[in-house]
């Protein structure tokens, strides 16, 4: 199916919760409520002339502080019926949750725990909601476009700061002194 | 009260699984020499068999995808080799295509195609020696290992002719290469092609028809071609499950669809279908494709300058695209998106070890012993540089 019958498949299905359309970017994309994303997976997993079985990527968004949006984009594709498509949700900057698809597409499991630690959007009903590639006490999502870096992470300062302190380096650099030992 | 301090020294260690009865939880790695890396498995066990397996990522996370954000799109190139050091061309050459796309360029003089599909292909046998190599130490055959590193140091001998660099190249650009190949180069990939194919079968004779190697490893780790599409592995993992998909063939970029070879998958010969022997042999007569394809390329090579069309100014207009590649490990993708700026917005690389890895427990039907959880993750061929990034 061309991106454009995919749109109007999902339209006729969801009316009012598919809120817009890229018909001419690299990739087309179809905007949806975040509230709806579940139900737009399943319909686009199970409906026969659709059958996407295979979620490509999933993507933590921050759409910069202007917007003051995250976002997460599901790229979609079909192993039988050779089609793709690109899904969007927006969710607000605090407090963001999107329904999980990982019942859907298994790799989404993973995928939106990496979303949810670096952009720290909530995943509603995920089986196992835990941050994947940071410490779980790290404080913070580094991928915010405001992301400041904490200062102590267990007692070691993390952000850099120059040079470590001379203290007892002039042990090495006996070359810089006038009288070498 | 026991049980309760047991639980609690549980908890200090970050152990998520709930125990029950005389379950022992074990700790593999993070330092284990056939975890490939630095992954800690937290494995459930009841006497010898496994009952779940519990990765922990992220120890060599390098915030690949932050960094990305602070360069311009060339700069990301040598952070994209580091993801998976062991074929970096192969991320390179998924790194440009998508910038590729992003920009819209197409037209690019053929020299540059061949050596992009002649480099891609060199880097999958580097990669496949590596992976079926390490495959045989985990499990204890220590000779094919010395014999996969041998023939893969000739081809990390031609990387460096042509790049000045063993692992980490920096070779592939946008719109170009950073030089183009040596006068003789292609000569010389013949004479390691002549020289590889009968190492193969050299091979196949040591290991991969070996009676201990096949009953070791012919019925355990069973993934079944549903559970492999729904957790969106690709590549040898994906065929060896017996489903012939190929992104070369399927979504062919750059110019594959030039070429002849095949897509190898697994039938359970041996045993059950998508076993760890499946997907091992998947890689071995993937290389002998690769060779094919190298011949093909040699053979049409054609002369010119490869960098004619290289764009002088990278800066994509608005927009996002996201573009996915056969590297050695299975599908992986990039997805970019620019505002605008010589800096990407936002660079998400989409990693096939880390949906590899992440459908471990499905790989467990009820019988997996832990001698076989090494055996079942060394399968998979996973780089844990990119699984954390």
Known sequence: MTPEAIHGALQQRFGQAVTAFEADAIDPTVTVEASAIHDVGAFLRSEPGLLFDSLMCLSGMDYGEETSSLGVVYHLHSTSLRHTITLRVEVPRQD?????????????????????????????????????????????HPLLKDYQ????????????????????????????????? | MCAMARQTAGDELGISYERQGDDLVLQMGP???????????????????????????????????????????????????RMDYLSAMNQEL???????????????????????????????????LLAIGTYGLDIGAMTPFFWCFRDREKILDLFEWVSGARLLYNYLWVGG???????????????FVAYF?????????????????????????????????????????????????????????????????DVPVGTGEFGVLGS?????????????????????????MPGGDPNEAMPRRIRPAKGEAYLRTESPRGELGFYLVSDGTEKPFRCKARSPCFTAISALNAMNHGGLLIADAVAVVGSLDIVLGEIDR
């Open chain 1, 149 to 181: 870096v904490q200062e102590f992470y267990q007692g070691i300062r993390v952000p850099y700061e120059g040079d470590p302190p001379e203290i007892g380096m002039d042990v090495y650099r006996f070359q810089d002194r006038e009288d070498p030992v």
């Open chain 2, 197 to 261: 194919e009968p190492r193969v079968q050299e091979l196949n004779s040591l290991l991969s028809s070996n009676k201990i190697f096949i009953e070791r490893v012919a019925s355990i780790g069973i993934l079944t071609a549903e559970d492999a599409i729904s957790y969106g592995i690709g590549g040898p993992n994906l065929r060896g499950s017996g489903v012939k998909w190929d992104l070369r063939k399927e979504e062919p970029y750059g110019i594959y669809e030039r070429f002849d070879f």
């Open chain 2, 31 to 81: 330092q284990h020499p056939s975890t490939h890396g630095v992954l800690r498995l937290e494995i459930v066990t009841d006497g010898e068999l496994v009952k779940h397996i519990t990765p922990h990522l992220g120890y060599l996370h390098r915030c690949f995808e932050k960094h990305a954000e602070a360069m311009t799109y060339p700069q990301v190139i040598p952070y994209a080799d």
């Open chain 2, 177 to 191: 290469v950073a030089h183009d190949l040596p006068a003789g180069y292609t000569d010389r990939v013949m004479e």
């Open chain 2, 276 to 300: 760890a022997w499946d997907r091992y042999i998947v890689r071995v007569r993937e290389m002998l494709e690769s060779l094919k394809i190298i011949r093909q390329v040699v053979d049409q």
């Open chain 1, 96 to 140: 963001g949750v999107v329904p999980t698809v990982c019942d859907i597409w298994r790799t989404a499991e993973w995928h939106e725990r990496e979303a949810f630690d670096l952009f720290g959007m909530r995943f509603d009903r995920h089986p196992d909601h835990r941050r994947i590639l940071l410490p779980d006490d790290w404080e913070g």
């Open chain 2, 94 to 128: 998924a790194y440009v295509l998508a910038v590729e796309k992003l920009m819209g360029l197409k037209a690019f003089p053929d020299r540059l195609e061949y050596i992009r599909v002649l480099m891609a292909e060199l880097q999958r046998i580097a990669s496949h």
